[in-house]
């Protein structure tokens, strides 16, 4: 890449970065209702005689991690865990749970998290600004780290409308690309991105190399 488009490559991110409100002017960025399903809902079992389906009311927040409380940091990683560790654990990377929390509270770490009306936590998404390859950028993306909601809220269109929000912000702040990472063996969350979502295979992922042995995909949605 010649060193004038790279020095656009640069400002991009940085203008990215230093943006303090990244939803601002996006419809639902802020608030979200759904339907969650009682019996599953660790808060509340309805009888027998009563709608298992109740509206909820959600908050949807965006921080960077140097702005983020401890208590709130310690939450997304128990939820990481919880959700991902046997997963990590089976897993040619293993699970490191000491750099999974620096990785969480790295500078350039973003987060979009959900809370209910008593402001415990339903899910989150952090992401980051970057280039697409740090030897030989070609383009700016946001590239989605981690993406995990509490079971309670699962189905219930929670990780599709973080990932539609986050979709947004990559559009507005010119980024070509949102990219993510997805275990082989999490086929429900291949699933979920590839058939509901519409991502494919990055050019970057292994096997696009004939490299079968990784046991993950790197998937993209190209924006422009």
């Known amino acids: 890449m010649k060193s004038k488009e790279l020095k656009i490559l640069r400002k991009r991110l940085t203008s990215a970065n230093r943006c303090e409100d990244l939803l601002k002017g ?24 009563e709608d ?8 949807i927040t965006f921080l960077p991690s140097s702005q983020i409380e401890d208590i709130r940091q310690t939450e ?14 089976n897993s040619s990377w293993g699970l490191d749970m ?16 959900v809370t209910d009306d008593e402001e415990s936590l339903v899910g989150f998404l952090h992401f980051r600004f970057e280039y697409d390859d740090e030897e030989s950028p070609t383009c700016a993306v946001l590239y989605v780290y981690e993406i995990q909601i509490e079971s309670a809220y699962r189905r219930c269109g929670v990780g599709r409308h973080l ?15 949102v990219v993510l990472t997805v275990f082989k063996k999490n086929t429900q969350a291949m699933t979920f991105y590839t058939t509901s979502l519409g991502y494919n295979i990055d050019e970057a992922s292994p096997s696009k190399f004939e490299d079968h042995s990784a046991d993950y995909e790197i998937l993209s949605l190209k924006l422009q």
Do not use: H
């Not at 996006?26 to 005689?49: F, G, L, Q």
């Open 76 to 89: 997304f990683l128990t939820l990481f865990e919880k959700n991902m560790g046997e997963m990590y654990r």
């Open 98 to 113: 000491d750099e999974k929390s620096a990785e969480l509270r790295n500078d350039k770490a973003r987060f979009l998290f």
């Open 52 to 59: 298992c389906r109740r509206k909820e009311n959600l908050f």
């Open 163 to 177: 990932m539609s929000i986050a979709e947004r912000i990559a559009r507005e702040q010119t980024m070509s690309k």
């Open 26 to 49: 996006i419809d639902n960025a802020t608030s979200y209702s759904v339907r969650t399903n009682d019996s599953t809902n660790e808060k509340s079992v309805p009888s027998e005689d």
